[in-house]
């Protein structure tokens, strides 16, 4: 039987782990005391409103957010290490990619900087779609197409973890489907993703899921384990049920 590499996890092994993490920013603390697991090969969605922490998490977990306290571990490796560069792929919210190349010369560009084997230019194009407009500019892109040219981006090469930041914002309920028939293929083919929303909707499309308010986790579980949990329909319903009684438990302890 071949041994792992160096490095690389074991059956069984979760991609990221996440202990006491404490993040502050101008002062103010942003994430406080946080801990989870993200399971290898899974889809896991990390939902919740606008400005409560998803983003800073993730640059956490890709080792680009200067963090107080706590421990981040992704792939068995601490976050930010060198030899994660080329085994993480990471999706920003803002398209990260030039607008006077067109799609294909962009991906030619970053494919040869990670040594992406030939041929991938052309797989992550059909992946996400864009084909068609493989040799269009990106500034003369929707911005739906432009979020598209860059994860077709982190698509590139072979990422064991996938960390996406509102991959489907703008985009068209058809496409929107279509990534996340992707996003479950590559879990299929054991990639795990990472992915965040602030669409609670897209919580049914999760294996598992990770809501998060104001900088603290107020659930890990799937999503019958949370809708049982808290005798809810639907996953926005347990939400709002979740966040007030972490409130009154809150106003409790004062």
Same mark, same amino acid.
């Given at each position: ?125 059909? =992946? ?33 973890? $996938?960390? $996406? ?29 990472? @992915? ?5 909707? =897209? ?5 598992? $899921? ?22 809810? =329909? ?7 049920? $979740? @966040? ?11």
């Amino acid at each position: 039987m071949t041994e792992p590499v160096s490095g690389q996890l074991g059956t069984g092994d979760p991609a990221a782990v996440v202990s006491d993490l404490r993040v502050v920013r101008g002062g103010v603390e942003v994430l406080h005391g946080m801990s989870l697991t993200v399971e290898s090969g899974t889809v896991t969605g990390l939902l919740g409103p606008s400005g409560g922490g998803k983003t800073t998490l993730m640059r956490s977990l890709v080792g680009v957010q200067i963090v107080a306290s706590g421990q981040v571990d992704v792939l068995g490796r601490p976050a930010g290490s060198a030899e994660l560069r080329h085994r993480v792929g990471y999706l920003t919210q803002s398209p990260s990619v030039y607008p006077d190349l067109t799609a294909r010369e962009n991906l030619g560009y970053f494919a040869a900087v990670l040594g992406a084997p030939a041929g991938d230019v052309d797989r992550v194009l059909a =992946e996400v779609a864009l084909t068609d407009a493989a040799d269009r500019a990106v500034s003369r892109m929707s911005g739906g197409q432009q979020a598209r040219v860059s994860l077709a981006v982190t698509l590139l090469g072979a990422p064991e973890l $996938l960390v $996406l930041d509102e991959p489907t914002v703008g985009l068209d309920p058809v496409l929107r489907a279509d990534l996340w028939s992707l996003f479950h293929d590559l879990a299929g083919r054991g990639v795990t993703l990472l @992915v965040s929303s602030h669409v609670m909707d =897209e919580a049914t499309r999760c294996d598992r $899921l990770l809501l998060v308010r104001e900088g603290d986790l107020i659930a890990d579980s799937t999503l019958p384990e949370l809708l049982v949990r808290t005798a809810s =329909e639907d996953v926005e319903e347990a939400f709002l049920k $979740l @966040v007030r009684a972490n409130r009154a438990e809150w106003d409790g302890d004062r």
